[in-house]
């Protein structure tokens, strides 16, 4: 088993829907929890962390933890065409700080 | 200027033949690291080092080598290269300490074609 698994997709939604990214994981190691966001052609940037079981909420973006389940969620409101692009889950901790990452899900937004 | 910034961005090269991927940051940051990523199996790690003398392996190492010239430059060398290196390459830099957090900063990716 993968130590972090991630649907591919494709996704694709309507403008306005409301989206569901997810991960899960096996380490129970990991301590910290984040969301890349990848547009075409563009290296990832962090678009959200989190390191506690529970809701962390940024504008049109809500990243859930649940470490019982080892579960991660990212749910984007009111979805943009501009969110077309790629998320990464990734996930860290111990002391040698490295990430490791989900395979990432290919998310379209259709006007 | 961007902070983390790769040369080429774009190589075709034959097998066989050596290649040297760069990667230069002004973040300031003590830890780079090289990825690459291929459709299906996203970002995997190749090397990652958290200063000048520090170098380790990362998952995928084999038929790589890398170098930190100061802190700033990390490269990353395909000594043969073969079609199976094809990929997206990534370098990205964090910051050391205690921080108990570690959000690595990526650089815009090397796209390489071994033919």
């Known amino acids: 088993q993968k130590e972090v698994e991630q649907d591919p997709g494709p996704l694709s939604v309507p403008e306005g829907a409301i989206v569901s990214l997810n991960c899960t994981y096996s380490?129970?190691?990991?301590?910290?929890f984040m969301w890349y966001r990848q547009y075409s052609r563009k290296g990832p940037e962090l678009l959200m962390y989190?390191?506690?079981?529970g809701n962390k909420e940024d504008g049109r973006f809500t990243a859930q933890v649940d470490k019982s389940s080892k579960y991660i969620s990212l749910f984007i409101r009111d979805s943009q065409p501009s969110d077309s692009a790629t998320y990464l889950c990734?996930?860290?901790?111990?002391?040698?700080?490295?990430?490791?990452f989900g395979k990432g899900t290919l998310l379209t937004v259709n006007p | 200027d961007a902070d983390v910034t790769q040369t080429p961005r774009n190589r075709i090269t034959k097998t066989g033949k050596r290649i040297m991927l760069e990667c230069s940051q002004t973040k300031g940051h003590d830890r780079m690291y090289w990825y690459r990523q291929d459709p299906g199996l996203g970002l995997r790690l190749i090397y990652y080092s958290f200063d000048v003398k520090d170098i380790n392996k990362g998952e995928i190492s084999d038929g790589y080598s890398v170098s930190r010239q100061a802190q700033a430059k990390f490269s990353l060398s395909l000594e043969s290269a073969i079609p199976n290196q094809t990929a997206l390459y990534f370098c990205?830099?964090?910051?050391?300490?205690?921080?108990?957090?570690?959000?690595?900063?990526f650089g815009p990716g090397t796209r390489l074609t071994v033919l």
């Open positions: 990734a996930m860290g901790g111990g002391s040698n700080y490295k990430l490791t």
């Open positions: 989190t390191y506690s079981s």
């Open positions: 990205a830099t964090s910051e050391s300490g205690t921080g108990f957090y570690n959000e690595q900063f």
């Open positions: 380490n129970s190691a990991f301590q910290y």
